[in-house]
């Protein structure tokens, strides 16, 4: 790594490019893994499967294990069941930002009603505060901190949306919310790359790897059972309640919970046909300079940006690295070569990085709806919860939540995301091929907006 004055020598203007350097840019220790398996890695151990269980849970992310906790909590036999290792997928892939809002498009005001728009909007906001108040109580060890969020505008339009949705944001939510002007944005970004922004205190950040690791440790603690490489191939009506076939053997339960998300598959025909997996790709940096970081991101936000085709991105729990996540790619590419996309789009952002190398590179998907929007439900006496929309580090805890107290018959009334219907669509069997059309209809878009100010 070069001196600190030549990094911070080398800038560009706002909205330019800088030229992709691939060779250099990986650190001697480069992985291909998350930067959150360092310290708290898949679980590795193959537990046999019981014969029979009250309630199966096919998936261990942290709305299977969310569930399961509160499920065996109540003297329930749980098992939660994974294709891969405990812990693989999404919930310690993610960046570990904590909000809750949905990205909802203007018109879906009109499309839900009034009443049923502000429903969807208290339980977002419900979920932020459950996820505080669920770490809290259980001392689970996340690494949480309340910091807040920067939204940066892409350009003097997005800027002038955001002053709007401050205002609609604050009243509707109740969160605090600011405009921060271009002129003060180095107040919470060392970049000039925004034309100002909004920021929202009612927001963290957490370590996903250790709050999953805290999660299904106090899952186990609760008398719940877990069973990684055990994928599920098929579940049939059997005997009143469920055979469910897996790679490990059969199953039976009584209940049955899919909590699978980006990773559904095939395991729920319903879900595959409703649910749109999206590959979302992330780096670390290596270590940086204290005062390197002060500057980048002086108030330790977590920070995205105004474009449809986003960037996330926030400083590691120990305030040491940058982690940097965005759709470097609209298909399911390799993360060396999404690392060297995601490195350019970094230094776009903060072009004092440009000589900082890139230690950990990983991908992981999210799931979309087609009607932008969370659901659970029901469907055949299988229960499921997903399409997140990005939101699942809050959205997916509090989706298990509601489905084990539903499964119990305690939940005191029901979720919205219970009532909505959850559209599909002819053309699509669980292959997003549509993904590079649309993902790059947005992207030009997004330059647009940048060139032309709108």
Excluded at 41 to 61: C, Q, T, Y
Excluded at 114 to 132: G, N, Q
Aim: hydrophobic share 35%.
């Amino acid at each position: 790594m070069t001196t600190l004055t030549e990094t911070r020598s080398s800038r560009v203007a706002p909205g330019s490019t800088v030229s992709d350097r691939s060779d250099g840019i990986f650190h001697p220790d480069f992985a291909v893994r998350p930067f959150w398996w360092d310290e708290a890695p898949p679980m590795e151990e193959r537990n046999p499967l019981p014969s029979k269980v009250d309630v199966a849970i096919v998936g261990s992310g942290y709305c299977g294990l969310a569930a399961g906790l509160e499920l065996a909590r109540s003297g329930l036999r749980v098992a939660v069941l994974d294709s891969g290792r405990i812990g693989e997928g999404a919930s310690t892939r993610n960046g570990g930002m904590v909000s809750g809002g949905l990205k909802l498009p203007a018109a879906m005001r009109a499309k839900l009603g009034e009443e049923r728009f502000k429903r969807v909007i208290d339980e977002a906001v419900d979920s932020f505060h459950h996820l505080e108040a669920f770490i809290a109580a259980e001392n689970l060890d996340a690494d949480y901190s309340r910091c807040g969020r920067f939204t940066g505008a892409h350009s003097p339009g997005a800027y002038r949306r955001l002053e709007k949705q401050a205002v609609t944001l604050a009243k509707e939510t109740g969160f605090s919310t600011s405009m921060v002007p271009r002129e003060r944005q180095r107040e919470e970004i060392g970049s000039d790359y925004y034309h100002g922004g909004m920021l929202v205190t009612d927001g963290g950040g957490l370590n996903p790897a250790r709050y999953h690791r805290s999660l299904r440790q106090a899952f186990q603690a609760a008398g719940g059972s877990l069973h990684g490489l055990s994928a599920v191939t098929s579940i049939e009506r059997s005997q009143g309640g469920f055979r469910l076939k897996t790679a490990s053997g059969d199953l039976w339960a009584e209940k049955v919970f899919v909590a699978t998300n980006g990773y559904s598959g095939r395991v729920l025909p319903y879900l595959q046909r409703r649910l749109i997996p999206i590959a979302s790709f992330i780096i670390a940096t290596e270590e940086l300079p204290e005062d390197l970081i002060r500057e980048l991101n002086p108030n330790g936000r977590m920070l995205v940006d105004t474009k449809r085709i986003l960037y996330y991105f926030r400083l590691s729990p120990d305030r040491r690295r940058i982690i940097f996540g965005g759709r470097a790619s609209f298909r399911d590419s390799a993360e060396r070569q999404t690392a060297q996309t995601l490195h350019r789009f970094m230094c776009n952002v903060w072009p004092q990085l440009k000589n900082t190398r890139i230690t950990h590179a990983w991908k992981g998907n999210v799931a979309f709806s087609f009607d932008m929007l969370p659901h659970m439900g029901e469907q055949g006496g299988i229960h499921f919860a997903g399409g997140c929309q990005g939101t699942g580090v809050t959205m997916a805890t509090h989706l298990g939540h509601q489905t084990a107290r539903k499964l119990l018959g305690r939940n005191s009334g029901p979720s919205v995301f219970e009532e909505l219907a959850f559209p599909s669509n002819p053309l699509y069997r669980g292959n997003p091929w549509f993904l590079p059309i649309i993902g790059n209809y947005y992207r030009t878009r997004d330059r647009l907006e940048q060139w032309l100010g709108l």
